[in-house]
């Protein structure tokens, strides 16, 4: 059996991390206390974050947010303009709400900017289903701009009657080429959303969540698993709003002794490949 320390690479491309202007983050901060009663572990503002995680061998990084009412994502796209304009190496999932008047004049004008990765969707929090006619015409648009989603639809870390992988299979029936990254390795439904991988080309799942290993509810199945589909799986760390340490999601995955194809991969080929794939397609990167 190979025994042989594996390592990550010296540049990991970080594919989750959230940027929110101050006071989304502040209330997020307090949403992560008295709701889910599980403080978050840096409360780090959006320049202290980038800084933070360049300073631990972070290169380029995806960062989202999301719209949890009406009348917020155009704002916040504003803000995320901003942010690309001003940060090296940095891109995004922008934000959305069906309920905007203005929702697709909005998506299509930040779809055009060249570090918008695609757009977020936040299902435990913006509490619509996937497959909700009134987002038809964003994944239309997210097709036709060779663009992606963040879809945050899986049942893990906290599931309400707005995710599970079901939903999400209703979305596939209707467009099974949709470009999508499901978070946390699409947890709690680890199987359902691996057998999604081997069916539709344009789906990714990302690590953020599923790897500590004094987290109840990890990922729990074999690393064959891991291995069979470690092309389409992404490194993510969900920082700032982690509740454990980020070193121990990556020690958890070192120590499952993965090969060292999978460490370099997850944490830096495959994300340096969508990054082309779909923002340097547009050559201004
Ligand atoms: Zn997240």
């Not at 360049?54 to 155009?74: E, L």
């Not at 619509?128 to 870390?157: A, V």
Request: glycine share 6%; proline share 6%; with cysteine.
């Amino acid at each position: 059996m190979d025994t042989e320390r594996k390592s990550i690479p010296e540049t990991l491309v970080d594919f989750h991390v959230h940027l929110f202007p101050d006071k989304g983050f502040d209330a997020i901060w307090k949403a992560f206390e008295t709701v889910y009663q599980v403080p978050v572990l840096h409360r780090l503002y959006h320049g202290e974050c980038v800084d933070y995680l360049r300073k631990r061998g972070v290169g380029p990084m995806v960062y989202s947010n999301y719209a949890h009412k009406q009348g917020i994502a155009g704002p916040m796209n504003l803000w995320n303009r901003q942010i690309l304009d001003s940060t090296e190496d940095v891109y995004c999932f922008a934000a959305f709400h069906p309920d905007d008047p203005d929702a697709m004049e909005y998506t299509e004008k930040i779809l055009d900017h060249p570090k918008v990765m695609g757009v977020k969707l936040h299902f435990l929090i913006q509490t619509f289903y996937p497959h909700d006619r009134r987002l038809y015409p964003l994944y239309e648009k997210i097709l036709e701009k060779g663009k992606r989603l963040l879809m945050h639809i899986g049942t893990g870390p906290i599931g309400s009657n707005f995710t599970g992988v079901d939903f999400f299979k209703n979305v596939l029936a209707d467009f099974p080429d949709l470009p999508a990254n499901i978070p946390h390795m699409g947890g709690y439904e680890y199987r359902a959303f691996m057998n999604l991988l081997d069916a539709h080309n344009n789906l990714y799942l990302d690590t953020s969540y599923s790897f500590w290993p004094q987290f109840p509810g990890s990922f729990d199945l074999d690393n064959g698993f891991l291995e069979d589909h470690k092309d389409r799986i992404l490194y993510g760390s969900d920082f700032p709003n982690i509740i454990l340490p980020r070193e121990d999601e990556i020690e958890g995955l070192l120590s499952r002794n993965l090969s060292q194809e999978f460490y370099d991969r997850v944490f830096y080929e495959n994300g340096q490949r969508l990054i082309r794939e779909v923002c340097d397609a547009q050559h201004v990167c």
